[in-house]
């Protein structure tokens, strides 16, 4: 085991009098391997940030909100680019991008096909997504390095090759790495997951992208995002008690629902900030993907300087205090929107099933299960994940555990036990937290992201059998976490689900409920406590990180054209300049339609590499408004019933593109633009819908398609599953002029619709390409 500390930083003055901190690090006598995980064009310019704060300011005459400050501070001209909330596009120059492996195999293949020898930017790749929970973490882990051996050495080599550092499988989650080591006050990254606002708990704007938008980072190119709306998240009052930093977001996302922070950045505010943890502050911001939001942030206070100071970043510290006025929000900024929590009333908060936004205070969910009908016996309690697996979660589990223990308890629910990273897993090794929360029944698995994204090997119950599980997750969509739709996944804060796990029923209310010992006695547990970060320094465990060679030229990478895991991709064809005609409505979807039901993760994800493998799950969890059935349509062509993907490659095969018709939020969720290349590989051209999560929308312009949106919600109900639609007007394709449609029903008569997009002129000429990486290559 190769130890090592984060001993050295330091700031340097370079030319123009801008001081830049320079962040390395120095390994004890111990390692194997001197490589900074910093690269050394990594740096931190506080004064550049500062000078573009005050040139919009003085533009726009009013204070700025934090969101404000970060976002325009970034941007690639301050001085000339238009500013308009909810309206224009920015250019934007981020500092850095991060990849997890499922999506940076797309995006690394895709930089690849840019023809472009290195990134411009600093950049890594985190093994997280591929390791299956089965057995317990070692064990698991061995099991994916050999199942996945292919893939992790594409992701190595190519990381090598293009300059991109490589963290291992077994290295950690990629919110949990970002947050321990590239997040600070102020910088600016994005990430190919959705739940990259993570690092909003330190100061930071870290936006979910797909990989496209990933690529156009990396090649140097502004990165276009539209001017957010800032909603403004006062806190008052203190947490205490059983509430969590959880309970602050479970209550936010029941207040605006999965689609009320769409196009928004969500700020907090207020003097019950203090009174949250660092680590606590990434929990929020992490959720904060389940309302649809840009990203979330915090405004820059001691607990973060703490964390910092904590995880060796002592100089970033300093030079942050030096600098906070940019870093919280101007006294008398404006707000889109004010919700106002007040933490000292908060109570413990659990949110589900099939969807996030459905919270109920924990000391009702016992009713209301029983009302609805829903399991109340907890099969399965489930912690840890990118968005709870903090220092603190654990150490306020174990709490709960070690009561449990001392009279004699262990779980009647299964439990299992995920650390967000190699040194929380060590770190929580050393000080005994694991070993108690094995003996309360739990199972430590990988530091990956297993069962929170369906890499769950469940065998406790069949496919089809109701139940009832309970999580620290972010997500609870219909079968996302075993596969399973009979599966009732509620999302709540470890210290609950360890209390439900012990209990093994939703109608256990922790703060008034006793539990019997094992002699027979009565009590009840006591308010989780656990410290904020540990005593002694973090033990860093075992090092996984490769970091890049100066010298990348003898670094081959292969990828073999009979692999069923990778494959190269090729252009998709350019816009034939007419309007797209007589297009069949290969699914009209009902409901809620996320990027789950699109393109499923799961055992899916071990073709994320391969798309033309991966279009084999296109739709086939996606509810076919004409039977209620998924993965069922009818083909036009022939009259049969088929699977979505088939039918879509036989419309393909017969030269006819297609379109998708759908509800509200369409392809909320994961980031993943295989929910979009997938539509576009066979054979869609337009996907129509209610309204579009931001994400998605994006992901499908990038990829040549036309997502458009009714102007009147109602036409939905127009049209039916066997219409041809014609898209009309492309020859003046232009800026906020809508499109018509004209569809056309099986019995002769049509309808004429309009059809609204948010493209602009760029995006625009996305489309004409045929995507945009095809006009990248245009313009090189």
């Known amino acids: 085991m190769a130890s090592y500390c984060m001993t050295v930083t330091r700031l340097r003055l370079v030319l123009g009098g801008a001081r830049r901190l320079h962040v390395s690090a120095a390994f004890n006598a111990k390692a194997k391997v001197a490589m900074s995980r910093f690269e050394p064009s990594s740096s931190i310019n506080y004064e550049e940030l500062h000078e573009k704060i005050n040139i919009v300011r003085k533009r726009l005459n009013r204070p700025l909100t934090l969101s404000e400050k970060i976002v325009y501070g970034h941007l690639d001209d301050p001085a000339g680019q238009e500013i308009a909330r909810g309206r224009t596009y920015l250019r934007l120059r981020p500092d850095r991008v991060a990849m997890q492996d499922a999506t940076a195999q797309m995006a690394m293949l895709q930089f690849i096909s840019s023809g472009l020898p290195r990134v411009a930017v600093p950049t890594t790749i985190h093994c997280d997504h591929l390791i299956e929970a089965q057995i317990g973490g070692v064990e698991d882990l061995k099991r994916a390095k050999e199942v996945n051996q292919e893939v992790y050495n594409f992701l190595a080599t190519a990381g090598a090759k293009y300059g991109v550092g490589f963290w291992k499988p077994g290295?950690?989650?990629?919110?949990?790495?970002?947050?321990?080591?590239?997040?600070?006050?102020?910088?600016?990254?994005?990430?190919?997951?959705?739940?990259?606002?993570?690092?909003?708990?330190?100061?930071?704007?870290?936006?979910?992208?797909?990989?496209?938008?990933?690529?156009?980072?990396?090649?140097?190119?502004?990165?276009?995002?539209?001017?957010?709306?800032?909603?403004?998240?006062?806190?008052?009052?203190r947490l205490s008690g059983w509430t969590s930093p959880k309970d602050v977001i479970l209550k936010v996302a029941g207040i605006l629902t999965v689609k009320g922070g769409t196009g928004a950045i969500v700020e907090y505010h207020g003097p019950g900030v203090d009174s949250v943890s660092c680590t606590g502050m990434a929990t929020i911001c992490n959720m904060g993907a389940e309302i649809g939001a840009t990203t979330s942030i915090f405004p820059y206070n001691h607990r973060m300087k703490t964390y910092l100071n904590k995880t060796g970043r002592a100089d970033i510290a300093a030079l942050a205090d030096e600098y906070k006025e940019d870093l919280v929000p101007d006294p008398g900024c404006e707000y889109d929107q004010v919700i106002e929590i007040n933490l000292s009333e908060l109570k413990?908060?659990?949110?589900?099933?099939?969807?996030?936004?459905?919270?109920?205070?924990?000391?009702?969910?016992?009713?209301?299960?029983?009302?609805?009908?829903?399991?109340?016996?907890?099969?399965?309690?489930?912690?840890?994940?990118?968005?709870?697996?903090?220092?603190?979660?654990?150490?306020?589990?174990?709490?709960?555990?070690?009561?449990?223990?001392d009279r004699g308890l262990k779980c009647k629910a299964a439990f299992t036990v995920t650390p967000g990273s190699e040194q929380i897993r060590a770190t929580i090794e050393r000080d005994g937290f694991s070993q108690i929360l094995r003996d309360v029944g739990g199972v430590v698995l990988a530091n990956a992201c297993g069962p929170c994204i369906g890499q769950w090997d469940r065998k406790d119950v069949k496919k089809g059998e109701k139940n009832t599980i309970v999580t620290s997750y972010n997500r609870n969509f219909t079968s996302r976490n075993d596969a399973n739709p009979a599966t009732h996944a509620f999302v709540t804060s470890p210290e609950i689900v360890t209390a439900l796990a012990i209990a093994g029923t939703l109608k256990f209310n922790p703060e008034t409920d006793y539990l019997v010992g094992a002699n027979g006695e009565r009590f009840k547990l006591e308010p989780p406590n656990g410290d904020e970060l540990p005593a002694r320094e973090f033990d860093p465990g075992q090092d996984t990180y490769q970091h890049p060679p100066a010298d990348s030229t003898s670094v081959r990478v292969d990828v073999s054209p009979t692999s069923t895991r990778l494959q190269l991709l090729e252009p998709f064809?350019?816009?034939?300049?007419?309007?797209?005609?007589?297009?069949?409505?290969?699914?009209?979807?009902?409901?809620?339609?996320?990027?789950?039901?699109?393109?499923?993760?799961?055992?899916?994800?071990?073709?994320?590499?391969?798309?033309?493998?991966?279009?084999?799950?296109?739709?086939?969890?996606?509810?076919?408004?004409?039977?209620?059935?998924?993965?069922?349509i009818k083909n036009q062509l022939t009259g049969e019933y088929g699977g979505v993907p088939d039918v879509a490659r036989h419309y393909k095969a017969s030269g006819l593109s297609w379109v998708v018709v759908g509800d509200d939020n369409y392809g909320e969720g994961s980031s993943r633009e295989h929910a979009a290349l997938e539509p576009r590989h066979l054979g869609g051209r337009v996907i129509i819908v209610k309204s579009f999560a931001r994400i998605h929308e994006t992901n499908l312009k990038k990829q040549g398609m036309l997502p458009l949106t009714f102007a009147d919600p109602a036409d939905y109900d127009r049209i039916?599953?066997?219409?041809?639609?014609?898209?009309?007007?492309?020859?003046?394709?232009?800026?906020?002029?809508?499109?018509?449609g004209v569809v056309k029903h099986g019995d002769g008569s049509q309808d004429i619709i309009t059809l609204n997009h948010t493209f602009n002129d760029n995006q625009i000429e996305w489309f004409h390409a045929g995507s945009a990486l095809n006009r990248m290559k245009e313009l090189q």
Request: charged share 20%; aromatic share 4%.
């Open 171 to 237: 290295s950690g989650i990629i919110h949990q790495i970002i947050l321990e080591n590239y997040a600070y006050p102020g910088v600016m990254l994005i990430g190919t997951d959705s739940h990259t606002p993570n690092g909003g708990g330190l100061g930071s704007v870290c936006i979910g992208v797909g990989g496209a938008d990933a690529v156009d980072v990396m090649a140097g190119i502004p990165w276009e995002l539209k001017c957010p709306n800032v909603i403004g998240v006062k806190l008052t009052g």
């Open 348 to 405: 413990p908060h659990i949110n589900g099933p099939f969807t996030p936004d459905l919270a109920h205070p924990v000391s009702e969910i016992g009713a209301v299960a029983e009302k609805n009908g829903w399991p109340l016996e907890v099969k399965v309690g489930l912690i840890g994940s990118c968005t709870n697996s903090s220092y603190e979660d654990m150490g306020r589990a174990a709490s709960l555990a070690k009561q449990a223990l």
């Open 573 to 632: 064809d350019k816009w034939n300049g007419k309007d797209l005609e007589d297009l069949p409505v290969l699914i009209k979807v009902k409901g809620k339609c996320t990027t789950d039901h699109i393109s499923a993760a799961g055992p899916w994800l071990k073709f994320r590499g391969h798309l033309d493998n991966i279009s084999n799950n296109l739709l086939i969890g996606a509810v076919n408004v004409d039977n209620n059935a998924v993965n069922k």
């Open 720 to 740: 039916r599953p066997d219409d041809k639609i014609s898209i009309t007007g492309l020859a003046n394709f232009s800026p906020g002029k809508p499109l018509k």
